[in-house]
């Protein structure tokens, strides 16, 4: 995962410095789980140091960043997520993570930690997450309300987007999750390129516009071309 998070530090770093976050990369210390694992023990040991913590994956681009993410979470609130579709349901994902220093806030980890039976499920800790929450991973029976759905506020889509399309409207955060590394350093890249106005964003985008655009053939290209030329300058014999 290091050249995808070497790409979103370029959109972490700015962000960091507009809403006065201090910016911190974990150190992959898991206690010999997987590695997603990590993120628990690593955000318990930021409460200890911080009021307030925001989780960001590695494989996420913040692509608007006019918004601090903590002043649209209430004051009460001691976490706060994104539901996330999946298939026609709706999950939470720990992707993007706002947590305040609060008791709930350390008992919630410490029962996430505790839920060993969910080690080696393909969704690691928001597995547990999910389920205390509410949520069923299995059926698709509605939400159900628990003991820690008091002070857990769900944030729009906007803030944690898996939509894998390039040039979406309205994200402020994309979250290129389930795809391979080169396709997510590509895109975090773009994200990128775009949010610093480096001009090679300008020549991809143009790219892709004209392969959606215009047609595969050769000829019929030229002909579009030479058309476009012909209106816009007024000459006939282009």
Known sequence: MEPVLAQALRTFVPYAERHGYELRVGDGESGGRPAAWGKVLFLQRLLKEFDEVLWLDADIAIVDQSEDIARVVPPDAFQAFVETKIGAELYVNSGVWLLRADERTFDFLQAVWDSTDYIDHIWWENAPIVLMLGYNLEARPPRLATSWSAGTHLLPQEWNLQEHKQGLRGARVRHYSARSNARR??????????????????????????????????EDLLVKVRRRVRLAFGRSNV
């Not at 949010?195 to 959606?212: A, F, Q």
């Open 185 to 218: 350093v590509r895109w975090i890249r773009a994200d990128a390129d775009r949010l610093t106005g480096n001009p090679r964003w300008v020549v991809g985008s143009t790219r892709r516009w004209l392969e959606r655009h215009l047609p595969n053939s050769r």
